[in-house]
């Protein structure tokens, strides 16, 4: 169950109580079939949250990668994933882009606002997550970063003139329920459920979420 993100939901998302970092990534392999791989963990030093990078001016502490060939690492296996979290239950959990899906990264209130757009349109969205970062993430199939430039430009903008990334090959998303440092934790603004499965292709999104961005420039 996760916490609930006022005003991005009609119905209320569940609080997550009680399920473990270890749970978790063991789920999204195994029910929705995700690659996963852990990151980063906070430790207790001095009284603070640092990150296990021990980099003190860590912009993501506790949620990125933790090693170079992370993304070699990854593991759609529950099994596995079960055996890497068990060495350090507290590692966020990443999922790597580019596999099963891609993602877009907006700021939250141009992501806000694009859910709005969305829901009154009866859209069906693919899980969205919001983090502490203040940043949206937007999951759509795969090839996504390809696309978008070009959907962006046949809308009127410039890809350049909007704060639209796609996370795509070799980039990773920080998972419910990872902690940005004290910064708080992510959740789902969009949970996975079984009426989501099936990804949205980006260009059936690119509308409502350019000109989301375009407005809160």
Known sequence: MEETIPGTETAQIPRQRGASLLETAVRYAEERHWDVVPGTWLEAVGGEQRCSCEDPACALPGAH???????SQATGSATVARRMWQKQPRAAILLPTGRTFDALD??????????????????TLGPVTSAPDRRMRFFVLPGAAAKVP???????WSPVSLDLAVLGEGEWVAAPPT???????????RRPTPANRWLPDVEELIP???YACGRTR
Not at 65 to 71: C, K, L, Q, S, T
Not at 179 to 189: F, M
């Open 179 to 189: 902690r940005y440092g004290v910064r708080g934790a992510v959740q789902w603004a």
């Open 65 to 71: 990668p933790a090693r170079a060939d992370w993304a």
């Open 208 to 210: 409502a979420v350019a």
């Open 150 to 156: 070009e959907l962006v430009r046949r809308l009127g």
């Open 106 to 123: 907006v700021p939250e209130t141009a992501g806000c606002l694009a859910l709005a757009r969305m829901e009154r349109t009866g859209l």
